[in-house]
């Protein structure tokens, strides 16, 4: 952990750095780490931070703290050992920062699909199953796929991403989807009451 001292010593070159903002910025990174490691080599090791930030997380930290890039530079280089193996709640005067400067980067931790299609999700769902962050959020095949391109000797998928076992997919269970989940992946609308779903392909 930093102590003061060395924190003091090492944040002297940024002229006019408040406690409030340091608390602002320890929150506000805490809460997109997600999103900095899904710019990070997939060879990386999630359990040490970044040396980097990415540009929209640096760009955001700048206009929500109003810092320059290199106080952010800073700060991170400072803070991120701290930062990365604790985890800070986002206070309320917090989800307004999101709102002003996060969402044009889009960056909003406040609110995640329930629901997820992707092609290949059953090696998906094996990667991330031990993930924290999915476990509110429902991996499915999408329909075309899971009928003609996954076999059904493969028990994970058929046990964990055949999109008939989530009955909030269907409206009112009778077969009929909210979603064509084989359309491209793009915003659609949707009936009210479906679930908040995000389509994703490669092909």
């Not at 997939?42 to 290199?70: E, H, I, K, N, R």
């Not at 991996?139 to 058929?158: A, I, R, T």
Request: charged share 15%; glycine share 4%.
């Amino acid at each position: 952990m930093v102590e003061l001292v060395c924190l003091g010593q090492a944040l002297s070159n940024i002229h006019g750095l408040s406690l409030e903002t340091i608390l602002t910025f320890v929150t506000l990174v805490s809460a997109v780490k997600e999103d900095m490691i899904l710019a990070q080599p997939a060879t990386y090791d999630v359990s040490t931070p970044p040396d980097f930030m990415p540009p929209s997380v640096s760009l955001f930290l700048g206009s929500a703290c109003s810092l320059t890039q290199d106080s952010v530079r800073i700060c991170w280089s400072t803070l991120k050992h701290d930062i990365w193996k604790d985890i800070f709640t986002l206070q309320h005067n917090t989800h307004s920062l999101f709102e002003q400067f996060g969402y044009p980067h889009g960056l909003n931790p406040l609110t995640r699909p329930s629901h997820i299609f992707y092609d290949n999700n059953c090696h998906l769902a094996q990667h991330v199953k031990d993930d924290p962050f999915f476990n509110d959020i429902s991996l499915s095949v999408d329909v075309f796929h899971f009928n003609c391109k996954h076999s059904k000797n493969d028990l994970f998928c058929q046990e964990n991403c055949n999109p008939m076992a989530f009955p909030e997919l269907t409206v009112d269970g009778d077969g009929k989807w909210y979603f064509n989940s084989s359309e491209p992946p793009y915003i659609r609308e949707v009936e009210e009451g479906a679930p908040e779903a995000v389509a994703v392909g490669v092909h």
